[in-house]
């Protein structure tokens, strides 16, 4: 329907725009006879031309009123087909959502972070150690030397201590400083962070004294406020009878049994295809 109507209106247009040249070339034609052209009778038009403008306006006065109902009510239809069902509101009688046990307030205690000064003894002690492993690595397993961590960055560290509430021991901030984890412990700085949260929400009331605990490996741990490292057993929960008095007394002990070539821990060095492995003693 919609198209039949442009299709007349257009014919109808067309047929208007011919009787409007053809007067006008009738009138110069006219005009330039000069009094002839007054002496003849003037020649009565012809009734098609009239015929024409009343379709002409017939076509467009039902293209005004017809042609734009036509789209909206198919754009209509198709919209009512198209439209996705709507959900019924939840009641008061829907099913009740599990409860969720609250996080511990002592897991999502935060303070402001403030990046404090190194003790610039404990630096330099860190640093020496380092070097002697650096060393090492450079000259028996270049493939780890390569792959050791990027220095952290002293905002880093002090956003975790802000977001555990803790205190990193100088030790180890300055070996996070000098390599963010890799060696001697797998965790960077932010995955001791991650690793402590996760803790410390399975940890029950009772637990919660191992909050002042610093992961800085699968089970190695160290005391935010001694400074001693320690083993967290799955069980006997942690133990620092066994453990080192510091990080700095584990970076001392590494360099020594690289140096040296003597067992850590009951894990001797061994180099393979230029990388350092752990071989646990038979």
């Known amino acids: 329907m ?10 109808a247009v067309l047929a208007a725009i011919g009787v409007r040249l053809r007067r006008r070339a009738r009138r ?88 404090r000064p190194l003790n610039p003894r404990v630096v330099r002690a860190v640093n020496r150690q380092w070097r002697r492993i650096e060393r090492w690595l450079a000259e028996n397993a270049p493939v780890t030397r390569a792959t050791l961590a990027r220095p952290a960055r002293a905002r880093t560290i002090a956003i975790a201590e802000a977001q555990m509430n803790l205190r990193f021991p100088d030790d180890l901030r300055a070996s996070l400083l000098r390599h963010d984890g890799g060696l001697p412990t797998p965790l960077n700085v932010r995955g001791m962070r991650d690793r402590w949260r996760a803790q ?49 007394a584990l970076l001392r002990d590494m360099a020594d049994a690289l140096e040296r070539g003597r067992p850590l821990d009951d894990q001797r060095p061994v180099v393979r295809s230029g990388e350092l492995e752990w071989v646990p003693l038979p």
Request: positive net charge; charged residues 20%.
């Open 2 to 11: 919609t198209k039949l109507l442009r299709t007349l209106l257009t014919a």
């Open 28 to 115: 110069v034609k006219a005009e330039a006879g000069g009094g002839a052209a007054t002496a003849q009778p003037e020649r009565r038009r012809p009734l098609w031309g009239a015929v024409l403008a009343v379709l002409a306006a017939t076509a467009v006065t039902l293209a005004v009123a017809v042609v734009p109902l036509v789209p909206r009510a198919s754009l209509g239809q198709s919209a009512v087909r198209m439209r996705p069902p709507v959900a019924a509101p939840a009641t008061a009688q829907s099913a009740p959502s599990p409860s969720v046990t609250p996080t511990p307030a002592e897991c999502v205690r935060q303070a402001a972070p403030v990046v």
């Open 200 to 248: 410390c929400v399975s940890w029950g009331e009772e637990e919660l004294r191992y909050r002042d605990l610093i992961p800085v490996g699968i089970l190695d741990v160290v005391h935010a406020e001694t400074g001693r490292m320690g083993v967290v057993g799955r069980i006997s929960g942690p133990a620092f009878e066994d453990g080192r008095p510091s990080y700095y």
